[in-house]
């Protein structure tokens, strides 16, 4: 069994800043990748960032330059700095644990509007 925890979700103005984080527990294999996704209301959910088991990233192009994926091993814990943020941001953004022979596990997501 597998748990994530999200924490950091919340309402910013647009050009503002949030970090999310997600603190995963359970049986978990050494070798893992984590991650962020959202999905916005009518569409469909979208990977934003993912940091690999050999310390590689990857991110969608609407938010290179202005979000950073980051982790902490020991804890097991993965972080989303998200800066400049703007409205096309607004979504529930979930965090996802990818292990190899396990598959997808998922946190119950944590909400970020960008509004003024």
């Known amino acids: 069994q597998v748990q994530l925890v999200e924490s950091g979700g919340g309402l910013v103005q647009p050009g503002g800043s949030l970090r999310l984080s997600c603190a995963a527990s359970g049986s978990i294999d050494r070798d893992y990748d984590m991650g962020w996704y959202r999905q916005a209301p009518g569409k469909q959910r979208e990977l934003v960032a993912v940091s690999t088991r050999d310390s590689s990233t990857t991110y969608a192009d609407s938010v290179k330059g202005r979000f950073a994926i980051s982790r902490d091993n020991a804890k097991n814990t993965v972080y989303l700095q998200m800066n400049n943020l703007k409205p096309e941001d607004t979504a529930v953004y979930y965090c996802?644990?990818?292990?190899?022979?396990?598959?997808?596990?998922w946190g119950q997501g944590t909400q970020v509007t960008v509004s003024s």
């Open positions: 996802n644990l990818y292990m190899f022979f396990r598959g997808d596990y």
